[in-house]
Structure formats: C-alpha cells, structure tokens
C-alpha cells in the first residue's frame, strides 16, 4: 500500500537539484516565500545548462553557436523584461493567449514572463488582478507543463478563493497526476501556496477545490522525491533529503492540521445532513491524501540521515525532530474524525471503503494505533455492516479484509481494546456473524483487486486469537457460539493445505483454537447438556479428531502448531479419551520418531497429559513408547537442547507415577540408559566448566534431579515396590 519510489537519474541531477533549494527560509511562511526565493532572482537558465554533458560533447560547432546566440537573446529579453511595466507584461501574455503546442524556445520565453509577473502579483490585492488573471486564463490549454505550473502558481500567490481558486486547483492537479513534473514542484513555491489555497476552501461550500486540491496533494505525497541512496563508509543508507521531499513540505505548511479541520467541518455537517455529491467526493480525496501522507517515510523518520554537506541551521536535528512530532501528533487527531466518517458513510461503501483504507494505514502506526484502540468496538460495529450493505460478497471483501487488519494490529497491542471488544455484546455478535458468513462461502472467491475469503477469513480469526490473549476474554471466548462450530468449519475445508493462502489461513485459525483452548476450562463434571451449542466446548471432541487427522499427516507444515493445541486440549479428560479413540498413541509415536525437533517436543507435551491416565500407558507400552521417551532424553542432553530433555523427564515421570514395578514398566537396560543420561545432563562442571548454567538448564535440572533419584531409591532397594507421590511434575 505503499507507494514505491522512483529513484533518481544521476548524481548530478541530485546535485543540481540540491543547489536550487539553499536559499534559507525557501519554504518557510508564506510572506517570506517570494522574498527569499532564487525565482525572484533567477533568469532563465540557458540551454547550455538543460543539456546534459555527455550530450553536448557531440554537438556540433555551428550547432553550439546557435545555442549560445539564442541563450544571449534570452538573457536580453530578460532584461528588457525587468524593466517592462505590468500591463506591457500582460499584453506580452494574451499575444500567447489560446495557446496549445509550443517549442522550446516558446516555452523559455513564456517563462521568463511568468516569472517577472510572479514576483510582482505576489499577494497583491490591486483593482488589475482580474486583468492578471484574464490573461493567464488564455494558456491554460497550453501543453507545456511547466507553463501551466507557473500559471498555478501565480493565481494561488494572489490569494484567490471561488471559482478561481478552484480553477488553479484543477491546473495543479493536472501537472502533478504525472510523476516526470515531480522536479518542477521541487523548484517551485507550488506546495506552500496549494496549502494556503486549500486553507481558504471550505469542503463544503468550496467542494471541488477540495477535490482537486486533495487530488493533487495525494500524487504528490505518494512520490518518493525526496529520497535517494548514498553510501556512508560502504554501507547503503537512505538520504531523505527532508527540505527537498514534496511531503515534508506540504507538512511543514500546515496540511495535517487543515486536513484535521476538515474533516472536522464535514463531520459537523454530515452529522445532521446526509453527505452526498462534492463534499463527499472530497471526503474521498481528503481521506485520500491523508493516507498518502501518512505512509510516506519522509514524514516520519525524515531526519535519518543527513550529510555534512546538506546541514542547516534552519533544518538541524532538533527542528526536524519537532516538525515530525507535530506532523505525527496531527496525524493522531485524524484517527477518531476518520472512523466517525466512516461510520456516517455506511451507506457510501466506496467512499466509506477509501476511509478504512485510510485508517489501515494508520494502523501501523503505534500512537495511531493507541487512537484506534479506543474506538476497537466501534470498528466491530462496522464490521458487522459491512455484509448487510453490500449487493454481493465480492464487494464487501476490500473492506473487511482492511478492517480486519486494523483490528488485528489493535488487538496485538492493547489489552484495554481486547476487554472493550468483548464487554460489548454488538461488537463481539458482529464479528462472529461476519466470520460465519464468510465461512460458509466458497473459499476460491476473490475480488477484481486481488481480496479473497480467505484473506478476509486469516484476518477475521486473528483478531479472535489476539483478543484471547486475555485470560478473561479468552475464557469468555470459548464459551461463546458460534465459535466452536465456525473454527471447526474451517479446520476441515483447511486442512489439507494447498496454497499459500490456505496455509496461512490454517495457522491462524490453530493460534486462535490454541489461546480458546488455554482458557478453556470445564469441571470433569460438566455435561454436553450444560454447553453452548456451537461453542468451543461443545464442539472440542469433533476439533480434537480434526486436529488428530492434521497431526497424522506427515507433510503438513503446521503439525508442529496442532501438537499445541492438543497439549492444551488433552488436560481434560473427555478429550484425552477422544484422541485415544482417535489412534492418537500411534499418532504420537510418528511424531516423536520424526525428524523435526519442534514436532517431537510438542507432541512429548501432548503425551505428558496422556500418561496422567492409567488407561494410556498399557498402550505407550505396547508402542514401545519407553524406548522411545529414553532416546528422546538422550537427543535432548547430547544437543544440549533443555526444552527437549526435560519434557522428556515429565513425560518418564507421569508414567512412572504411581507404578508399583518400576524394573517391570522400564526394564533394567532402559533404566540404566535414562540414568546414565540424566547423570550426564547434571554434571554441572562438564557441560559449563565453571561459567553460569542457562536459564533453560536451571529448569531443566530440577526435574531430572527429582527422576534420577527416584529411579536410583528405587533401585537400590533391590527393585521392591517404589510408591512415589501422586504429585505430577
């Protein structure tokens, strides 16, 4: 959603480009613009200076004649120029009026005029500015660019408002729809003066100025002209060059905080009176622009790297760093204005659709992001209205999809939005009916801009698993209907994952079931009779023999993230039945002879909870599940890998305890060879040689401390009965 940049030609254009920009205070307030401006001072620049070096080594002599001739009639013109009276200025100028194609040296002389006037006309309020703007009314059809531009300009720089103001906006809006004329704003007080003219524009009253000023304020913060790579000490940075960039300009001037009031003047309106026809058109430029903004990386962090050679006292570190808190702390303002809109435009789901754009954007940004928290529930109401108010599925996806995304970041950040979501009933009620509504369409739908259901559905389930990360709301969560049976649902149409897509749609549909199913809760007593129908805990056995199936797939790469969920799901014994009737053991014993390390410990924390049962471990047994335990605890310590080998103890432990045999449930030679590798885990001063254990060793080398005197008690007391507690590790 960025915008790429384009990078520039050459190091002497960036120099060249440098050098017109030194003159302190060129963009600064408005008054000063002029004064201080190389415009006012500049002639036209000669032809010898337009053509590239390499170029004009092979012009010919005759040819280079004819180009310093011409140069030298310029500059007298120019002179005559500085001492040409206004009106003569002016008549020169409707001699050109109608204007359409023009050559080169057309476009010199046409220049030169508009400049000298420029100067003159610049916040004048005399009885001649119709005059004035009489006769630059007669080029706007001309083709050059830069004519136009200059046109613009001096129209802007008489303050103009009304029609005339839009008029200007349309020309700017014209020239900076192409990317190439990015140069000519650069040289120009265009991006001050469009500030100041969209500052004497109501969006209500003066609609279409707005349209085409936003237009044009959207296409130039969305270039990257302020950027270029360099090389500092061998090493590629990015030089932002931030009193060059178009955005940090437009910012500097006061957009954000007009942008505010704008949307704080359309709010107003649309809060009695249904928006329709400009305003809301300009709502979408404005909301537009806006987003441009915000994502261009010059406007915050612009002053990342700045040259010796480009220092100023005016653009030091302090100042940048101020101008981009200001900007940032504008930015902020716009948030809550930006979802009340988006709430009045329920019924303009294209313009409404710009908005949440808008605010996707913006959620990236953390202090956006804090603004957007507190309005978590309200997006969800949003949400909810999205599938009620568009005609068909594929219109409402870009939008769900992007707000989705907004509340995913919400959700990841802040604890305050989790509990606000769930504490409101309509928030909550719209989500889940939104995400069965997509869940129950055909997963190869996709819209023209690239958004499927299954996008929708990854971002949808997200903000479920983010907001279960709260020990409350995960807890009231798996409670809910209808969850369970939408979770469920989708596991079964995702889990044998053909795309990228439906991959990651599978994860996060595991990390929502794995933080449901952390909190879940029942008492061993409870029935299906006292659950929710649809509900996580009501459907949990039908979940567990998916999950089971997923597990038993050996290419699935999310084998590692259902072993998760199982572990948090096989501490209750209903389900521990289930993944036994399900063939779990022998599922578990081709994970834990796998390859993969992180599918062997977390399959070892599924089989911790099975050997809590009495009923599990005739059949760990007979799957020769004690070998296979002990050669996991051997992996575990020669790899120095902790995790492993002390899940492996647990899992020893719990089938150990409460045996009256262990020499019968072990065998001699498995005791010996568990012992031997506990022993070599503990030896302290072999594995660290005097320098400080790991974190992970130091919770490793309780519970294997705890086995191997257990196993050695036991031993020496000639393989009598050992009882042990029935405290589980």
């Known amino acids: 959603m960025r915008i790429t940049d384009y990078e520039l030609q050459d190091g002497k254009s960036l120099k060249q480009s440098k050098k017109s920009i030194e003159p302190p205070a060129t963009h600064g307030a408005v008054n000063s613009i002029v004064k201080n401006h190389p415009l006012k001072r500049r002639q036209v620049q000669s032809f010898d200076e337009k053509i590239p070096t390499a170029i004009s080594i092979t012009v010919s002599a005759d040819r280079k004649n004819a180009l310093e001739d011409q140069s030298k009639l310029l500059r007298r013109s120019n002179d005559l120029l500085l001492q040409s009276s206004t009106e003569s200025l002016l008549e020169m100028l409707k001699a050109y009026s109608g204007l359409k194609e ?53 129209v802007l720089a008489m303050n103009v408002t009304g029609s005339n103001l839009t008029g200007a906006c349309k020309l700017v809006f014209k020239i900076a729809r192409n990317e190439n004329n990015d140069n000519l704003f650069i040289d120009s007080d265009v991006p001050e003066l469009l500030v100041d003219g969209l500052g004497r524009a109501s969006p209500i009253d003066d609609s279409e100025a707005c349209i085409y000023g936003y237009g044009a304020v959207r296409f ?44 704080k003047m359309i709010n107003e309106i649309a809060s009695t009176t249904q928006l329709s026809g400009s305003p809301l058109h300009a709502l979408f430029q404005l909301s537009g622009a806006l987003r441009t903004l915000a994502g261009n990386r010059s406007i915050v962090g612009s002053h990342v790297c700045q040259l010796p050679d480009q220092q100023h006292p005016l653009t030091n570190h302090t100042t940048l760093q101020e101008d981009e808190d200001h900007a940032i702390a504008q930015i902020e303002q716009a948030v809550p204005l930006l979802v009340r809109a988006a709430e009045m435009c329920i019924k303009e789901p294209e313009v409404q659709a710009n908005i949440i754009r808008t605010l996707s954007v913006l959620s990236e940004r953390p202090e956006c992001c804090e603004r957007l928290a507190v309005a978590a529930s309200r997006l969800g109401i949003l949400l909810g209205s999205i599938t009620q108010t568009c005609q068909t599925v594929e219109k409402g996806l870009a939008t769900c999809n992007r707000l989705g995304y907004i509340l995913g970041n919400v959700m990841s950040r802040w604890d305050t939005a989790r509990i606000q979501f769930y504490c409101c009933d309509v928030s909550c009620d719209a989500l889940l009916a939104t995400l069965e509504y997509y869940a129950n369409k055909s997963f190869t739908t996709r819209n023209q801009m690239g958004d499927s259901i299954v996008q929708v559905l990854t971002k949808l389930i997200r903000i479920v698993a983010n907001m279960c990360v709260n020990a409350d709301v995960g807890y009231g969560m798996s409670k809910r209907s209808p969850l369970g049976e939408i979770l469920l649902n989708i596991l079964l149409k995702v889990k044998d994952t053909k795309t990228t897509e439906l991959e990651e749609l599978l994860f996060a549909t595991l990390g929502a079931l794995h933080n449901l199913s952390y909190y879940y809760e029942p008492s061993e007593s409870e029935g299906t009779g006292h659950l929710r129908a649809g509900s996580i805990g009501e459907r949990m056995k039908d979940i567990c023999g998916t999950l089971c199936v997923i597990l038993n797939s050996d290419h699935n790469p999310a084998r ?26 022998k599922i578990l014993k081709r994970c834990l002879t796998s390859k ?11 089989l911790v909870n099975m050997l809590g049962d009495w ?12 070998i296979i335990l002990r050669r996991l605890l051997q992996k575990g310590v020669t790899n120095r890998d902790w995790i492993m080998a002390g899940i492996a103890c647990q899992a020893v432990w719990n089938y150990l305890i409460d045996t009256s045999d262990i020499l019968t449930v072990l065998g001699q030679t498995e ?30 080398a309780p519970v294997a401390t705890d086995l191997l005197e257990r196993l050695q008690i036991c031993m020496s007391n000639g393989n009598s009965p050992c009882q042990s507690s029935d405290e589980e590790i």
């Open 102 to 154: 023009c050559d080169e040296s057309t476009v010199a002389h046409l220049s030169a005029i508009l400049h000298e006037l420029y100067v003159r006309v610049k916040d004048s309020k005399g009885s001649w500015r119709g005059a004035v703007l009489g006769a630059l009314y007669g080029l706007v059809e001309a083709s050059s660019s830069k004519i136009l531009l200059l046109v613009a300009s001096i």
């Open 220 to 263: 130039l913060t969305g270039s990257s002209n302020g950027s270029n790579t360099v090389a500092i000490n061998g090493a590629e940075v990015v030089d932002h060059l931030p009193q060059r960039s178009l955005a940090v300009r437009l910012a500097k001037q006061g957009l954000c905080q007009l942008m505010v009031l704008h949307l």
């Open 560 to 585: 590692s993230e259902v072993a998760r969920v199982l572990g948090n799901m096989t501490r209750n014994t209903t389900i521990r039945q289930t993944f036994c009737e399900e063939n779990g053991m």
């Open 596 to 606: 993969h390390d992180e599918l062997m410990v977390t399959s070892c924390g599924v």
């Open 615 to 626: 009923s599990s471990r005739v059949p760990f047994r007979e799957i020769d599940g004690p």
């Open 671 to 700: 005791i010996d060879l568990i012992c031997g590798a506990l022993a070599e885990g503990l030896d302290e001063d072999s594995l660290f040689d005097g320098k400080e254990p790991d974190n992970f060793w130091e919770d490793f």
